[in-house]
């Protein structure tokens, strides 16, 4: 059975950073892609950041700059995406989701980022 299983939220200042990482336990055949989602309270959730398996990687407008999304994927059952997110900002604020593309989505259960003084 897959788990993705995110770590590294927390409480960071304005301009603070935190470094995201989602681990995709089991046996994922041929991810195509990976990425991070966020919701912040009373909104849409939004794709962050995605990487694809040939490298390219894409950006929200809002995050383009900020965030570096990088993985490591050795086989089918070792999978992992990082959201470096740097010069954080109050709507940064938000649960953040990471996904994994293959035959189906997988998500993960979500971690809670918050950027406040």
């Known amino acids: 059975q897959v788990q993705m299983v995110e770590s590294g939220g927390g409480l960071v200042q304005p301009g603070g950073s935190l470094r995201l990482s989602c681990a995709a336990s089991?046996?994922?055949?041929?991810?195509?892609?990976m990425g991070w989602y966020r919701q912040a309270p009373g909104k849409e959730r939004e794709l962050v950041a995605g990487?694809?398996?040939?490298?390219?990687?894409?950006?929200?407008d809002s995050v383009k700059g900020r965030f570096t999304i990088s993985n490591i994927s050795r086989d089918n059952t070792r999978n992992t995406v990082y959201l470096q997110m740097d010069s954080l900002k109050p709507e940064d604020t938000a649960v953040y989701y990471c996904?994994?593309?293959?035959?189906?989505?997988?998500w993960g259960k979500g971690t809670l980022v918050t950027v406040s003084s």
């Open positions: 996904y994994a593309d293959a035959r189906m989505t997988y």
């Open positions: 990487i694809i398996s040939g490298g390219n990687t894409n950006y929200a």
């Open positions: 089991g046996s994922i055949f041929r991810i195509g892609a």
